[in-house]
């Protein structure tokens, strides 16, 4: 089975119907959270979100969009998105975000892959470095957790006491690329897709994965999108400058 993961879309549409357009083939598609919150689309990423996923993982914007929680743990910047994503929502997106399960979630058949936002010991805690990697490495009840929340494209492995950072390598900034690391079934795995809407890895093009449980890999992929729209969306919208600017640096 072929799955294509995607996550921390953040109310990106442009960046979303980038992904879609050039994905890989796939049988089925794996949501890992943060859907909306930052952006400026947040009705047309959850209409798209709403058809595709057959597992959506809720993340912490999920939630506080949605009035799952507050935004009293959010930035300043964060926590006015959040209200202005919270007004915008029609009430059955709202809905369907207020009910997006939390992490770990499983998929039927496959029994040693979970899926999570943050970590899989706690759904909103960072998974950044080597350090954070290593106790849900080892604590983590299945072998493969698929993460998202920090929104930085890599993998973290765990063989024979060893902690390794896993990061695809590109050449470019400005076409599609990917990059496909065989996975050991020795070792264990935090595999994070990138985000699809606001990458933080210094590329700003949308990032997604696609999980081959056959040959057993899992294939990084970059994707060129309209940045410029999407800004210019969060212009119109009157929300902070910083959310769009940042867009451009991938940071
Ligand atoms: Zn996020």
């Not at 083939?25 to 990423?45: C, F, K, M, R, T």
Request: hydrophobic share 40%; aromatic share 8%.
């Amino acid at each position: 089975m072929r799955i294509l993961i995607l996550s921390d879309i953040h109310s990106n549409v442009e960046g979303l119907e980038a992904c879609l357009e050039h994905a890989p083939q796939h049988d089925v598609i794996v949501n890992l959270g943060d859907v909306v919150g930052y952006g400026a689309s947040p009705n047309e990423v959850t209409d798209h979100s709403r058809k595709l996923g057959t597992i959506v993982v809720r993340g912490n914007h999920d939630k506080a969009c949605s009035g799952v929680m507050g935004i009293d743990s959010f930035n300043p910047i964060a926590g006015l998105a959040a209200l202005w994503t919270k007004q915008v929502l029609t009430p059955e997106n709202l809905a369907w975000l207020a009910t997006l399960k939390q992490g770990p979630l499983f998929m039927d058949g496959l029994e040693d892959v979970q899926f999570v936002h943050g970590s899989p010991l706690d759904e909103d805690e960072y998974v950044i470095v080597i350090r954070d990697a290593i106790a849900p490495l080892m604590r983590a009840e299945r072998t493969l957790t698929f993460f998202g929340h920090t929104h930085i494209q890599g993998a973290f492995s765990l063989e024979n006491e060893a902690v390794e950072t896993l990061r695809p390598m590109y050449r470019f900034r400005d076409k599609m690329e990917s990059y496909e690391i065989p996975l050991r079934k020795t070792a264990r795995y935090l595999i994070n897709p990138g985000s699809v809407g606001q990458p933080r890895d210094g590329d700003p093009r949308a990032g997604m994965l696609l999980f081959n449980t056959e040959t057993y890999s899992v294939t990084f992929l970059r994707v060129p999108y309209n940045v410029a729209g999407a800004q210019g969306r969060i212009t119109a919208a009157k929300l902070p400058e910083r959310l769009a600017s940042r867009l451009a640096d991938g940071r």
